[in-house]
């Protein structure tokens, strides 16, 4: 199959659309596949979750999702990933919790370029180990989308597994690697996934890592996960995750004096990040009403350990990139 999108291919925008491509790819599938097998690195991100669910369908028990959670996903997130793929679905998962790996590596690791190596090295590296440890493996599945050929006329490397051994030879499987974004969307809801799966923002692969500003501690990660959890929580009940395309927390490694129980103690700021944009490239700020935003305020300070201040980030792209780090 190329890389080309045919002119002919109708944009994908109905469940009956997208059950005629999940019909296709199907079938496709299995012709590419056979009885082998095929291994699936799962992050739980939309593009992953949705290949996964199309394979499922596909061959069943013959797909190995390998879900590696370095203990910088967002609260809930790798239990979100066991419950749907193994409990719902009943795949072929593999969960591995390398949380202590990870944190131990990062720590007293402050520059954020060299955070984002370590973790994206090791996550390569934990992937080897438990695909080393398969036998028969003939297939490697990934969640290549049409604007990562667009963008890079290749694969996809800073995403998906680009550090296999030379001598584990795995042919590719990319059953939407000719869709854009909202077509995975509408195909990964036909497939019967949750919604809060398959609309889930953009999430980067060092997650919380370039979140937790400076040098990772564990007491503040957990702070930063609560507070994110919080902004989420609120955001879905107010409706604006339906209009804001991507919102979170960040904490720096800051203190300022505070005061609770009319006592003065140190806490670091939750800074709130909430923007839109169509191709990332640049990005306006969403406005909050001030209602909603001193409730969060409130549930903050008042639910989470070690947060004492919550700001809100003001600044447009270009001047300030999306994320912190």
């Known amino acids: 199959m190329n890389n080309v999108r045919p002119e002919s291919m109708a944009r994908i925008t109905t469940t009956e659309l997208a059950n005629a491509f999940i019909d296709e790819q199907v079938k496709e599938v299995r012709e590419q596949v056979g009885d082998k097998k095929v291994l699936l690195a799962l992050s739980g991100g939309v593009d992953s979750s949705v290949v996964a669910a199309l394979l499922i369908k596909a061959i069943g028990k013959q797909l190995v999702c390998v879900h590696v959670n370095h203990g910088l996903m967002r609260k809930g997130e790798s239990e979100a ?4 793929f193994r ?3 009943d795949a072929n ?3 591995v919790d390398a949380t202590d790996r990870f944190l131990g590596l990062l720590e007293g690791v402050s520059e954020p370029e060299k955070k984002r190596k370590i973790i994206g090295g090791e996550f390569i590296k934990v992937f080897d180990e438990e695909a ?5 493996i003939s297939f490697l599945a990934q969640g290549t989308i049409y604007p990562d050929i667009l963008e890079s006329d290749g694969v996809k490397a800073h995403h998906n597994v680009g550090g296999l051994p030379e001598d584990m030879q795995f042919e590719l499987v990319e059953p939407i690697k000719l869709l854009y974004k909202d077509e995975v969307r509408v195909v990964g809801k036909a497939l019967g996934l949750p919604v809060s799966m398959v609309d889930r923002q953009p999430f980067p692969g060092p997650g919380l890592g370039v979140r937790c500003l400076g040098a990772i501690t564990r007491d503040r990660l957990h702070a930063l996960r609560e507070a994110d959890a919080i902004l989420r929580e609120e955001f879905d009940l107010a409706g604006l995750n339906l209009k804001v395309w991507q919102y979170f927390i960040a904490v720096p490694d800051v203190k300022s004096v505070g005061v609770k129980n009319d006592k003065r103690y140190e806490g670091w700021p939750a800074i709130i990040r909430a923007v839109n944009t169509t191709d990332a490239m640049s990005a306006t700020i969403e406005e909050i009403p001030y209602e909603l935003l001193h409730k969060i305020t ?5 639910e989470v350990e070690g947060i004492n201040r919550v700001l809100y ?3 447009p792209k270009p001047v300030g990139t999306i994320e912190w780090e």
């Open 132 to 136: 080393s440890k398969l036998e028969g």
């Open 298 to 302: 409130a549930r903050i300070t008042a």
């Open 93 to 95: 998962l593999i969960y």
């Open 313 to 315: 980030d003001l600044t």
């Open 81 to 84: 990933v066991i419950e749907v």
């Open 87 to 89: 409990n719902q679905l």
